[in-house]
């Protein structure tokens, strides 16, 4: 079992950046399939992000392709979200997780979860 806990969220003007963190406890990155998932305000929770470190492998949303990058610090067991040229459209809660199925994109098949990281992108 893992806990997960974000951080790094806030009030960014558009075409600013964030670097949004998932650090881990109770087990390793390299054990899961890590995503970022959103969900915006009367939205539904959407895919952002994953990555499988054992496989070396990322893969992102259409919407955020470019602009997004998963990265991660094994000596803090910690994950991260660098989101730049941000738009008012990436406002949400981020929410970081942790699944077993590599490239999985539907958040019902990830295990854990986060509590959310509020972000606010001004026009």
């Known amino acids: 079992q893992v806990q997960l806990v974000e951080s790094g969220g806030g009030l960014v003007q558009a075409g600013g950046s964030l670097r949004l963190s998932c650090a881990a406890s109770?087990?390793?990155?390299?054990?899961?399939?890590m995503g970022w998932f959103r969900q915006g305000p009367g939205k539904e929770r959407e895919f952002v992000g994953g990555?499988?470190?054992?496989?070396?492998?990322?893969y992102y949303a259409d919407s955020v392709k470019g602009r997004f990058t998963i990265s991660r610090d094994n000596a803090k067991n910690t994950m991260y979200l660098q989101m730049n040229s941000l738009k008012p459209e990436d406002t949400a809660v981020y929410y970081c997780?942790?699944?077993?199925?590599?490239?999985?994109?539907?958040?019902?098949?990830?295990?854990?979860w986060g509590q959310g990281t509020q972000v606010t992108v001004s026009s």
């Open positions: 997780a942790a699944g077993n199925i590599v490239g999985s994109r539907r958040d019902d098949q990830y295990d854990y």
């Open positions: 109770g087990s390793t990155f390299s054990s899961y399939t």
């Open positions: 990555v499988n470190w054992r496989l070396a492998f990322a």
